[in-house]
């Protein structure tokens, strides 16, 4: 299973653009992205998945290079609600696969 | 979307007693569960994988017999604490997931305080 690191924490401010990093360097050839957020006691909520290049939905965008051994995570225009901790996980996309969280990175979103 | 409910959302039992979990898949049929535990400011740690109509796996250092874990049906798994005690109090997470769905769906969490 892949493993993947994240910064512990990062800090901005409303209305700025939030780009969160994720290695995973021994990514597998079946392997996806996945990101979610977790607010306190709550659980995850999924965000975004992709596999390559850029994908984008309604609320944040997902760029991965073509070697796949990163990815970002770009969150437009947070704001205070984006407070949270963000997850980013890496596994196959059939029904069997384990979601291991690593450390998550935390955001802090100020006024 | 996928919607995975859980509950109870919280509860609060005493000491030696045991606690059920539900944990249902609403829109999707879900051929695979799994069980998290979270401490206050830790990750989520993944305690067993259960396939519908399987035993579960689980993973290293997780009592078996302790957290007894059953997927009965393709909607709906549960998680007992069993002769719980202070330590296992902690937040307990569902997520469930089918193949082609694209994705693990988590449910709200539940808040076990053994007193």
Redesign the interface.
Known sequence: LAKTTQPISMDSYEGQEVNITCSHNNIATNDYITWYQQFPSQGPRFIIQGYKTKVTNEVASLFIPADRKSSTLSLPRVSLSDTAVYYCLVGGVDSSYKLIFGSGTRLLVRP | ?AV?S?HPSRVICKSGTSVKIECRSLDFQ???M?W?RQFPKQ????MA?S?EGSKATYEQGVEKDKFLINHASLTLSTLTVTSAHPEDSS?Y???A?????????????T?LTVV
Do not use: E, H, K, P
């Open positions: 979307g995975v859980q879900a051929t695979t799994f998290y990750s989520l740690m993944l994988t396939n937040f997470i569902c997520s997931s089918q193949a082609g769905l694209g994705g693990a769906f988590f449910g709200q969490g808040r």
